[in-house]
């Protein structure tokens, strides 16, 4: 069965830098999820996408952006990177019906694995 | 969402049952017991998920007491790519809402041949 994609896999940037990741999510999937991991500690919930409209909204700095397209793929975007940004971001697709948020589970992708320096 | 409490480690020996304990004495009518485990830097799999009544699957098992404050995942037969950080997470219905999943300090898993 076809996964959530992200890319890309690994991403090495400097401080300042700006870095982009994509998520592809399981065919048919409406809703996108964005988590980090630092080294050491539990996922924290960024942002969520539903229909291509921000759903919900965490722990996510301003210096960093998201949208979801047309074609439910979304992209992370990240500015002025800090050394604390590295980490691992996990995007999570799920499907819910038009207008309720019915409990889906949530299929995780395989993360990207950024790195600033 | 209501709070969970894990222990945060648990040695298991190949071959038996992991039993993996969760408090969650705060939850409402309307929460349900969810269950992810990552095995190391992968995305977290969903394994089982429950509301009062016990459930299984060709995962693991899931018991939830009668006041519903607190419930344990079981996995029968643990083999060694068991070994993963388990969480317990508690999560409400509500309709639109994101339905995003809140993760808290989980029990690391070892089983060990």
């Known amino acids: 069965a076809a996964g959530v994609i992200q890319s890309p896999r690994h991403l090495i940037k400097e401080k300042r830098e700006t870095a982009t990741l994509k998520c592809y999510p399981i065919?048919?999937?409406?809703?996108v999820y964005w988590y980090q991991q630092g080294p050491g500690q539990d996922p924290q919930f960024l942002i969520s996408?539903?229909?291509?409209?921000?759903?919900d909204k965490g722990s996510i700095p301003d210096r960093f952006s998201a949208q979801q397209f047309s074609d439910y793929h979304s992209e992370l975007n990240m500015s002025s990177l800090e050394l604390g940004d590295s980490a691992l971001y996990f995007c999570?697709?799920?499907?819910?019906?038009?207008?309720?948020?019915?409990?889906?589970?949530?299929?995780f992708g395989p993360g990207t694995r950024l790195t600033v320096t | 969402d209501a709070k969970t409490t894990q222990p945060p480690s648990m040695d298991c020996a190949e071959g038996r049952a992991a039993n993996l304990p969760c408090n969650h004495s705060?939850?409402?009518?309307?929460?349900?017991v969810y269950w992810y485990r990552q095995i190391h830097s992968q995305g977290p799999q969903y394994i089982i998920h429950?509301?009062?009544n016990n459930e299984t699957n060709e995962m693991a098992s899931l018991i939830i007491t009668e006041d519903r404050k607190s419930s344990t995942l079981i996995l029968p037969h643990a083999t060694l790519r068991d070994t993963a950080v388990y969480y317990c997470?508690?999560?409400?219905?509500?309709?639109?809402?994101?339905?995003?999943?809140?993760f808290g300090q989980g029990t690391e898993l070892s089983v060990k041949p």
């Open positions: 065919p048919r999937h409406d809703t």
């Open positions: 997470i508690v999560r409400e219905l509500l309709y639109n809402q994101g339905g995003k999943l809140i």
């Open positions: 996408f539903y229909e291509k409209m921000q759903s």
């Open positions: 705060t939850i409402s009518g309307n929460e349900y």
């Open positions: 999570a697709s799920s499907f819910h019906q038009t207008g309720r948020f019915l409990l889906r589970e949530l299929y």
């Open positions: 429950g509301l009062k």
